[in-house]
């Protein structure tokens, strides 16, 4: 939803750029919904109800009785009815600590109502909105209409030094089914009406400040009478009015190693970046690499698949001025864990040299992660190839060990431990990244209070007697 601001930037800064895409990449749908129930998913959305104008000065009051779901669509209707002080009602729904997403495709097939006075808009919010506000947490609107004009705007919302903005819009047959939809990666944000672009900006490294779209997003419908953009007149014959939205659906890439060949994961396009920072590389082939890596930084590749059970050689790609360091990898949030690689010193910060762990793994599609175990080298690279079929694992630490899943993943009150009935009356410790018992307690088949954990990345180890000791890795939001 566009918001009054103190700053526009649309410079040069943001011109296109174009950045390298990794190995035999495709789109993979993760998640939908498809509104083909008789009523809302109350696992996906959650109602945002309230008048007070929104920060727009709209003239709405936001209720859940004006949703229906029904005939495989969900239905937001307007309508002049006063409640809580406000002349109109409508309906705001959002996915905010129930589904967020870090980069992909994100669409939706939506028809919008014209009519002075009327502001539908598909959206979405920085996770982290409630720690830092707005418009720090970032704000990428999808679509957005107002009035009876049939353009569409696709507009980005940012703090660099101030409220700052980019956007484009396209006009667009009325009163009709269209596609609504982006394509979000670490380097930029594009727009597209039924498959066509309209808008791009370049979010490569922060350029601009645009660091916020770096991080997760959640979504966000609603249908606004009045406000600051379509202005406080309503053309009171459009209403009841109605936002029909057959689905919304989230794609990300896939990575695939090839049976007989290998995937290259470049760290500049990992899916998540906590704690490291992109730098220009002299390596073979030139292009960025991550550096100033400290202990506890990490990077996660969505969707990375492996198409056959067995043995993979996992290969990185690093380089140390110092006296090097070690380095892990895993799956999943650290359900799966490989174990530890060391990382010699090379005698510069460009002085490239290859290391590598031969692992098992069951054939699936993963969230692939490297985790910094310590510090003091730099990362351009990671290599995953499918190896032969009777080739033996290089460690025996480097099979997975046995885990407890822990969900929801990422946290913010109370996480549930799914373990074995072997494990009821274990021990359970929570680890912060600098090694700190900072919660320790008894498994007792219930689900944890970590409301008060400081944001971030912590460690959850399950010990029980005559049972293998189970680890999982969890993030606080």
């Avoid at 896939?254 to 995937?263: C, H, W």
């Amino acid at each position: 939803m566009k918001r009054t601001f103190t700053r526009l930037l649309q410079t040069a800064a943001l011109a296109l750029t174009c950045a390298a895409g990794a190995h035999a990449q495709t789109y993979q749908q993760v998640w939908a919904d498809e509104f083909n129930g008789t009523a809302v998913n109350t696992s996906n959305w959650v109602f945002e109800t309230g008048g007070g104008g929104w920060g727009n000065n709209e003239k709405q009051y936001y209720q859940a009785a004006n949703t229906t779901v029904a005939n495989g669509e969900l239905v937001i209707t307007a309508r002049k009815q006063s409640v809580g002080g406000m002349p109109y009602t409508s309906s705001r729904l959002k996915t905010q600590g129930l589904k967020q997403f870090t980069y992909g495709k994100m669409e939706a097939r939506i028809k919008v109502p014209l009519g002075q006075g009327l502001w539908p808009a598909f959206w979405m919010l920085g996770s982290n909105i409630s720690t830092v506000s707005w418009p720090r947490c970032g704000e990428i609107d999808i679509m957005e209409q107002v009035n009876a004009d049939s353009r569409c705007y696709g507009t980005v919302h940012w703090d660099s030094n101030g409220h700052a903005q980019y956007g484009g819009n396209v006009a667009m047959s009325a009163n009709t089914y269209h596609v609504y939809s982006i394509e979000w990666t670490p380097s930029y944000i594009r727009w597209f009406v039924d498959g066509a672009k309209y808008n791009e900006i370049n979010i490569a490294n922060g350029v601009g400040g645009t660091e916020e779209f770096q991080k997760p997003f959640f979504f966000l419908l609603n249908l606004a009478v009045a406000g600051d953009w379509p202005g406080q007149t309503v053309d009171e014959s459009k209403l009841p009015a109605s936002m029909n939205v057959d689905y919304v659906r989230v794609y990300q890439l896939t990575s695939t190693p090839p049976a007989t060949s290998s995937v290259t994961l470049q760290a500049e396009a990992a899916n998540v970046n906590n704690g490291m920072v992109v730098e220009a590389c002299s390596d073979a082939g030139g292009g960025q690499d991550m550096g100033y890596i400290d202990a506890g930084d990490y990077l996660v590749w969505n969707n990375v698949n492996f198409p056959t059970s067995g043995s993979y050689l996992i290969e990185y790609r690093v380089a140390s001025g110092a006296s090097g360091g070690t380095i892990s990898s895993d799956l999943n949030a650290g359900s799966i864990q490989f174990g530890n690689t060391a990382i010699p010193g090379t005698g510069g910060w460009q002085n490239w040299t290859t290391v590598s762990k031969t692992v098992n793994v069951n054939a699936g599609t993963y969230n692939f992660g490297v985790y910094a175990q310590t510090g003091g080298y730099n990362l351009n690279w990671v290599r995953i190839t499918k190896q032969g079929a009777n080739r033996a694992l290089a460690t025996a630490d480097a099979e997975a060990k046995v885990v407890a899943t822990v969900y929801p993943n990422p946290v913010r009150d109370r996480l549930t431990l799914d373990a074995a009935p072997e494990f009821l009356g274990g021990e359970v410790s929570i680890l912060s990244l600098d090694g700190r018992t900072v919660w320790r307690g008894t498994h007792r088949g219930e689900s944890v209070d970590v409301s008060a954990l400081r944001p971030g990345l912590y460690t959850l180890v399950l010990t029980a007697k005559d049972q293998p000791k189970l680890v999982s890795r969890f993030s606080k939001e």
